[in-house]
C-alpha cells in the first residue's frame, strides 16, 4: 500500500504532530508499505532529529514572516505533479494549512483520504500563540474556514479526543470517528522488574524543555514534599533539553536533578521512575503522559490532554490543580498506599484507554477503511 502524509510541521523535529506522524511512517514500514511524506522545509537544519529517510520525505520552500501569529508563505511547486506520480492509496492529511487544503481538494474523488484532527485549530493559535485578543475571532473564522474546506473534499476524518464540543457543531461532524491516541507498539512491551530503593522516589518529564513546559509548578510540588519528608530522597529525570534547563538545575539544588539531553530511545529512562509529571499549560493529547502510563507508572497531571477527559476511571492517572495538591497525591500515592513499597505497580491493567500506532494503522489503513468511508462511528476505548 502507498501512503501519502501532506503536513506543514517539521518532521524533522520530535514535538507534537512530527512526533506522530514519524511514528505512523515507522508503523507503515513495519507492515511494509510505502510511505512519502510532503512538508514545508525545516527552518532550523541544525536540529534535525529525524527517523524519515530523506527519500521518504519531499519538502517544499516558504517564507516565515517575522512576528507572532507565525505567517507562513508557501510555494508548493510542482504540488499536484509529485501527487500523480505518486499515485497514492491513501493521503494523510495533518494540517489544515495551504499543503492541507490543496491536497484535500486536489484528491477529492480521486483517492482515499483522512483527515486527523490535532486541534491545532484557532482557539489553540490563539492560546498558544498569545494572539491579541481583537484578532482572535478573525483567526478563528479563518481556522474554521480551512478546516471546513479540508473535510468537505475528504472521506474520513479522525479525533483523539473523546469530549467532542470541537467538534459536534460542525456540519461535516459525521465524518469523524473518535479514536484514542495511538502509541509506539514497542510502549506496551513488558516492564523489567524494578530495583526498589527504600526512601527514595525518582520523579520525571519527557520533552522539550521550554517554558510552555510549566515544569516550575512540579518543582514547587517537589519542594514542598522535601519540607514535609525529608527523610525520603527525591530524584528527578528530565528526559530531553531546552532552554530553561539550566535555570531550573540552578534554581532547583534541593533535590538531585538527571537531564539526558535527546534521546532515541525513552523507554530506559521511563522505566527508572516511580513517577511522571506533567504541568504543561497547553497539551491536547500529551503523548509523554500516555506513554508513562502505558510504562505503568503513576502519572500526575494538570487538568489537561485526552487523559484529563477520562479521570476518574484510569489506573494510575492523578490529576491536580496547585502543586500542593501535588504534594499530597505523591504521598498518598508512591508512600501512604504502598504498603510499605513506595513504587508503581507495572501489572496495572490499562482497561483499553490505549491502543498502539499499528492497532491506528490496521483500522484505518486496511479493509475498515471501506466502513469508515460509509461515515460509521468506530468506538475503540
Known amino acids: 500500500m502507498r501512503i501519502l502524509h501532506i503536513t506543514e510541521t517539521s518532521v524533522f523535529n520530535f514535538d507534537g504532530i512530527s512526533t506522530y506522524i514519524n511514528q505512523l511512517v515507522a508503523c507503515s514500514h513495519q507492515n511494509g508499505d510505502d ?48 501527487i500523480k506520480t505518486y499515485q497514492p492509496d491513501i493521503v494523510w492529511i495533518h494540517t489544515i494549512g495551504t499543503l492541507g487544503m490543496k491536497a484535500a481538494k486536489f484528491c477529492h474523488g480521486k483517492y482515499k483520504t483522512i483527515y486527523t484532527k490535532h486541534c491545532f485549530d484557532g482557539l489553540m493559535w490563539n492560546t498558544y500563540l498569545k494572539i491579541p485578543k ?29 469530549e467532542k464540543t470541537k467538534i459536534v457543531k460542525n456540519k461535516y461532524f459525521d465524518k469523524f470517528i473518535f479514536i484514542a491516541p495511538p502509541l509506539p507498539v514497542k510502549f ?11 526512601n527514595k522516589l525518582t ?18 510540588g517537589l519542594r514542598l514534599f522535601h519540607e514535609k519528608y525529608p527523610d525520603i530522597e527525591l530524584e528527578f529525570i528530565l528526559i530531553g533539553d531546552g532552554p530553561e534547563v539550566p535555570r531550573l538545575l540552578q534554581e532547583n539544588k534541593f533535590l538531585k536533578i538527571i537531564v539526558t539531553g535527546y534521546v532515541d530511545d525513552v523507554i530506559p529512562y521511563y522505566d527508572k521512575l516511580d ?41 494510575g492517572f492523578h490529576m491536580f490543580n496547585h502543586y500542593s495538591e501535588l504534594t499530597d497525591l505523591i504521598f498518598k500515592t508512591l508512600v501512604q498506599n504502598k504498603s510499605g513499597s513506595m513504587h508503581a505497580d507495572s501489572s496495572r491493567p490499562l482497561n483499553n484507554i490505549l491502543i498502539s500506532y499499528s492497532e491506528l494503522y490496521r483500522k484505518i489503513a486496511y479493509p475498515t477503511f471501506e466502513v469508515l468511508a460509509k461515515k460509521e462511528v468506530i468506538e475503540l476505548v
Open 35 to 82: 510511505v512519502l511524506v510532503l512538508s514545508t522545509r525545516p527552518y532550523s537544519i541544525h536540529v534535525r532529529r529525524s527517523e524519515i529517510n530523506n527519500h521518504e520525505i519531499i519538502t517544499f520552500p516558504s517564507i516565515k514572516m517575522p512576528g507572532r501569529p507565525k505567517c507562513v508563505i508557501i510555494f508548493p511547486k510542482d504540488f499536484k505533479k509529485v
Open 134 to 162: 481583537i484578532i482572535h475571532g478573525p483567526l478563528n473564522y479563518l481556522a474554521n474556514f480551512c478546516e471546513n474546506t479540508i473535510l468537505k473534499n475528504v472521506d474520513t476524518a479522525i479525533y483523539h479526543l473523546s
Open 188 to 198: 506496551f512491551a513488558p516492564i523489567a522488574t524494578k530495583n526498589s530503593e527504600r
Open 203 to 220: 520523579f520525571g518529564f519527557c520533552g522539550r524543555c521550554d517554558p510552555d513546559k510549566g515544569l516550575d509548578e512540579a518543582f514547587a
Open 275 to 315: 513517577g511522571y509529571i506533567l504541568t504543561s499549560k497547553h497539551e491536547m493529547i500529551a503523548l509523554s503522559s500516555l506513554e508513562a502510563l502505558a510504562r505503568g507508572l503513576e502519572v500526575f497531571s494538570l487538568p489537561l490532554g485526552y487523559l484529563k477527559e477520562r479521570a476518574g476511571n484510569i489506573p
